[in-house]
């Protein structure tokens, strides 16, 4: 079946550091892949997505490339603010449906 | 445009007892999801319904857990008796339709608490 792996948190990093959280999945056929982002006291919001390989989704400074062949959609950006303190999940969804199998999440906290 | 609503955001409720969450999607939004996250872990869906039809229930625990679409817009997720492993966070998602890469809108959640 479908599974998604994020490295393990908490991530605590300074302000203007630079990010990365891995994601890596297993999956059959060609699903599309996502990072949603949990701020404090709200719900789930899509940060970005990408539909097939060789994409790269992008949003807010964040960005993260499909990669088929290492089977990854690693979150990336250049540098973080303390507003980007919030959990974030790696999520992949199905080819034959929208079920959304979502990873385990990771604590970023970034200090001022 | 609001956005996903749910209802009650917070419920305490002692173990064996029932409880039911209201979730109402976006305008439009055909497609409507409830998920289940527990304490330090991503969501993990419990059913899907497209329209008031329930396409995907496989991971509903069908012995204690059930829900409603009836009109194919808002929906009643119930849990008839709740257990202390019931303890976790309700999220209601909805969606425009089923395709791949389509975005799910999240509501805010109901912390569910089983004392």
């Known amino acids: 079946g479908n599974s998604v792996t994020q490295m393990e948190g908490p991530v605590t990093l300074s302000e203007e550091a630079f990010l990365t959280i891995n994601c890596t999945y297993t999956?059959?056929?060609?699903?599309?892949l996502f990072w949603y982002v949990q701020y404090p006291g709200e719900g789930l919001q899509l940060l970005l997505k990408?539909?097939?390989?060789?994409d790269k989704g992008s949003n807010k400074g964040f960005e993260a490339t499909y990669r088929k062949e290492t089977t990854s959609f690693h979150l990336e950006k250049g540098s973080v603010q303390v507003s980007d303190s919030a959990v974030y999940f790696c999520a992949l969804g199905g080819t034959s449906g929208s079920r959304l199998t979502f990873g385990e999440g990771t604590q970023l906290t970034v200090n001022p | 445009e609001a956005g996903v609503v749910q209802s009650p955001r917070y419920k305490i409720i002692e173990k064996k007892q029932p409880v039911a969450f209201w979730c109402n999607p976006i305008s439009g939004h055909n497609t409507l999801y409830w998920y289940r996250q527990n304490l330090g872990q991503g969501p993990e869906l419990l059913i899907r319904?497209?329209?008031?039809?329930?396409?995907?229930d496989s991971q509903l625990p069908k012995d204690r857990f059930s829900a409603e679409r009836l009109k194919g817009v808002d929906s009643t997720l119930k849990i008839q008796p709740a257990e202390l492993g019931d303890s976790a966070v309700y999220l209601c998602?909805?969606?425009?339709?089923?395709?791949?890469?389509?975005?799910?809108?999240f509501g805010p959640g109901t912390r569910l608490t089983v004392l």
């Open positions: 990408a539909t097939k390989a060789d």
């Open positions: 999956a059959t056929g060609y699903p599309s």
């Open positions: 998602a909805s969606s425009l339709d089923q395709g791949p890469g389509n975005e799910q809108f």
């Open positions: 319904y497209e329209n008031e039809e329930a396409v995907d």
